[in-house]
């Protein structure tokens, strides 16, 4: 499964047959959500983020901004994706609340791009796999290990790597777009 950017994951997805639901958890402005409604054939794209601030000393991260920044990335994001109708929801809600609302084994692709740190990653991993159908494709964004001064601590890598060799599941990596590369792990039909 080699793929230059994330860009690729939508054909890869029409490509494997997965045309079902799906959901990214961490939208932020919804840039990468209106590239997956545009690019996929699939029937529904739920859009999860709570457009919260955190206080700067429990999240590192440079997403975590103000809250009337957040109020603003929403207004954006229900702007972008409105043309996509029915196709697409967006939940203004924890990645957590929002799982917990999704059937098991409904989904043909989810994406992580929510926080970054170790144990909120591996948190998110613990509580999309259920959603997954057989067959599914689980990815996600930022599949680093860094702290960078002006964007964060990053643990993804460790996170998503331990995660998924304990199931016995391969991780792929996109390879056109480091340092910041996405992670692909296609779930087993049966």
Do not use: C
Not at 51 to 78: C, F, I, K, P, S
Not at 114 to 133: G, I, M
Not at 149 to 155: A, V
């Amino acid at each position: 499964m080699a793929l230059a950017t994330r860009d690729d994951l939508p054909a890869l997805l029409n490509s494997l047959g997965l045309r079902g639901r799906a959901v990214e958890v961490g939208v932020q402005e919804g840039r990468y959500s209106a590239h997956i409604l545009e690019h996929w054939e699939g029937t529904h794209l739920t859009s999860v983020d709570p457009w919260m601030a955190d206080a700067a000393d429990a999240y590192r991260d440079v997403a975590n901004v103000g809250q009337a920044e957040h109020d603003l990335y929403h207004r954006r994001t229900v702007a972008r994706l409105a043309r996509y109708r029915e196709r697409s929801a967006i939940w203004r809600m924890t990645g957590e609340d929002a799982a917990g609302r999704i059937a098991h084994a409904s989904l043909d692709f989810v994406y992580l791009d929510a926080r970054h740190d170790y144990v909120s990653v591996l948190q998110d991993l613990e509580l999309w796999l259920p959603t997954l159908r057989p067959g599914a494709v689980f990815a996600g964004h930022d599949y680093i290990d860094a702290v960078f001064p002006k964007l964060g601590e990053f643990g993804v890598k460790s996170a998503v790597d331990g995660f998924f060799a304990r199931l016995g599941l391969t991780v792929h990596s996109t390879r056109d777009d480091a340092p910041f590369v996405s992670w692909i792990v296609e779930m087993p039909k049966a």
